[in-house]
């Protein structure tokens, strides 16, 4: 049974950090590319970074760039997106997905966690 349980969400204040992490049960997770999205309400879900299988690609769209950083622990089977600078503009659920293309398009979604920046 394929799991992809986020944790590490909650309030902060602007300027703060944290640290989201994406438990992955139930797949070869090494295989798997992997990333975080987030979408804020009345907003469509954005890619916020990825990572490659083995971790040595990551991207990232440009408004948290020098501010978040995807890595991956495959002995763990575990992605983290570690947020610091937070804005208000961050505010959203983050989700993470993994994806594999073999034959066919394979990906996986969790359930997400909400992240709330407010003073």
């Known amino acids: 049974q394929v799991q992809l349980v986020e944790s590490g969400g909650g309030l902060v204040q602007p300027g703060g950090s944290l640290r989201l992490s994406c438990a992955a049960s139930?797949?070869?997770?090494?295989?798997?590319?992997m990333s975080w999205y987030r979408q804020a309400p009345g907003k469509e879900r954005e890619s916020v970074a990825s990572?490659?299988?083995?971790?040595?690609?990551?991207n990232y769209v440009d408004s948290v760039k020098g501010r978040f950083t995807i890595s991956r622990d495959n002995a763990k089977n575990t992605v983290y997106l570690q947020m610091n600078s937070l804005k208000p503009e961050d505010t959203a659920v983050y989700y993470c997905?993994?994806?594999?293309?073999?034959?066919?398009?394979?990906?996986?979604w969790g359930q997400g966690t909400q992240v709330t920046v407010s003073s």
């Open positions: 990572i490659s299988s083995g971790g040595g690609v990551t």
């Open positions: 139930g797949f070869t997770f090494s295989s798997y590319a």
């Open positions: 997905k993994a994806l594999i293309v073999y034959k066919n398009l394979i990906e996986y």
